[in-house]
């Protein structure tokens, strides 16, 4: 059974490979619309050998028989095919002519193989490269030159060979983006579960964008049996890829980096017809969009108000009013897609607090000591006064209340902290809400001075 599977695994890699060279030899062969069926038999007579080694090499060969019909003619055409090779400085090893006449499959294959290495990878030039042909003294191989090239592109990945380290998808996401940074930012969030689906996104973006032609399928790629040859042979292109006019280019964002805190979306807390309040900061997230939609028990969505406070983390205060009691759902995106722990499990009870016995204190809330672009805080406690959510609204001194972005987290039950930090010099209103009612003092007048006694 070993014996049978090892077989079997054998012979994938093979048809892989056959298909991917076929695929190579015909993406050069269709500028002269030619086109070979069956690597095997169809390079036998000399004539397509010829005729693609003409398009790699650019030059004329000397003078062949244009039908072959004879053994001998074939064998001709083979060996001016083999003999150019040579003056090329092509070292052909363990090939003749009736090698290729007789469809020895093996051979030709490694004919192939010699042609892609030369003509795909040690040739041309590619950007970037500096002309770098020599390592630590000695010549560069090509395979060397192509993971060297590979590498700098991609420097977020460990990326070391031709075959492991491509099975999830991933690595030729982050080698499409870049090669186009903005055309596949959404690599880093990709599962490595979803291989098949990953390889297939970055590889059609590469092919509809680069030019870079699905020389390997995706499913081919993230196959554990692939062989290097075959992905050499694909990632050979990339070198050379330009961008076209028109790519769909998006800056990267990153939903795992978005958080959320506040009352809002705690397990407890939020009461019927009070204001459910919470915060979103995106700063290290990228250049995006928040959406946020609560989902009451009955499935229905509530109205949410949801502010960007164009601060210095990006931040946006979300609100919501619940209408009925039970267990609701707060789903918060970012560029479409759900931030951590979206959706938050939030239950919400029907009976409201009372907002006079609420208490706050802290230096936050001190008519005076408050300085310009410094953090300051208070502290609101809960204790005793009943179920529900304080709220905090600060009114900068033009009365605008998105200036000033107030961070409420709970710090244990019944205790919550306030934190904020003013960009504005002047008097300050802090308004402290239990339940959607103003707290016992609340609003405080808070001055903030352009500097702080030391």
Not at 14 to 34: C, G, M, P, V, Y
Not at 180 to 187: E, S, T
């Amino acid at each position: 059974m070993e014996a049978e599977r090892e077989l079997a695994e054998d012979a994938q890699w093979k048809r892989i490979q056959q298909n991917t060279f076929t695929r190579w030899a015909n993406e050069h062969l269709k500028i002269i619309d030619r086109n070979i069926a069956s690597l095997e038999t169809d390079l036998a007579d000399g004539l397509k050998l010829i005729a693609l080694i003409e398009v790699l090499s650019q030059k004329r060969m000397s003078k062949h028989n244009k039908r072959p019909t004879f053994r001998s003619q074939k064998l001709e055409n083979v060996s001016v095919a083999l003999k150019f090779l040579e003056i090329e400085g092509i070292k052909i090893v363990n090939i003749d002519s009736s090698d290729i006449v007789d469809c020895k499959l093996k051979l030709i294959m490694g004919l192939i193989w010699t042609l892609i290495l030369h003509y795909s990878i040690s040739l041309p030039m590619w950007e970037g490269d500096d002309g770098e042909n020599q390592t630590n003294g000695n010549t560069t191989t090509p395979k060397q030159r192509l993971m060297n090239w590979i590498q700098r592109l991609v420097p977020d990945l460990p990326i070391n060979n031709f075959t492991n380290d491509w099975t999830s998808g991933k690595a030729i996401g982050a080698l499409v983006d870049g090669v186009a940074p903005g055309l596949c930012p959404d690599w880093p969030m990709w599962d490595p579960k979803d291989a098949v689906q990953n390889a297939t996104e970055a590889m059609g973006l590469a092919d509809d964008w680069l030019n870079v032609r699905q020389l390997i399928r995706p499913e081919e790629m993230v196959n554990p049996n692939i062989d290097e040859q075959s992905m050499m042979t694909y990632l050979s292109q990339y070198p050379n890829a330009k961008i076209k006019q028109g790519a769909p280019l998006r800056p990267r964002t990153n939903p795992n980096r978005v958080r959320a805190y506040g009352p809002g979306i705690e397990p407890t807390g939020p009461v019927v017809g009070a204001p459910a309040n919470f915060t979103v900061e995106t700063f290290s997230a990228g250049k995006g969009t928040v959406e946020v939609a609560v989902i009451n028990p009955n499935g229905n969505q509530e109205k949410v108000d949801c502010r960007y406070n164009n601060d210095k983390n990006l931040t946006y205060s979300v609100s919501y009013i619940p209408k009925i009691e039970g267990p609701h759902k707060v789903y918060v995106k970012f560029c479409g897609r759900d931030i951590p722990k979206s959706p938050y499990e939030v239950m919400v009870d029907s009976q409201a607090g009372d907002a006079s016995k609420v208490t706050a204190s802290g230096p936050g809330l001190l008519p005076d000591g408050v300085c310009v672009n410094k953090q300051t805080y208070f502290d609101i406690s809960t204790k005793d006064a009943g179920k529900g959510v304080p709220e905090v609204i600060i009114l900068d001194p033009a009365n605008h209340k998105t200036t000033v972005a107030a961070k409420l987290r709970q710090l244990a039950p019944n205790q919550y902290r306030c934190e904020y930090t003013s960009q504005l010099v002047g008097l300050h209103s802090v308004n402290v809400f239990y339940n959607g009612q103003q707290i016992k003092n609340s609003p405080y007048g808070v001055r903030v001075a352009p500097t702080c006694d030391p």
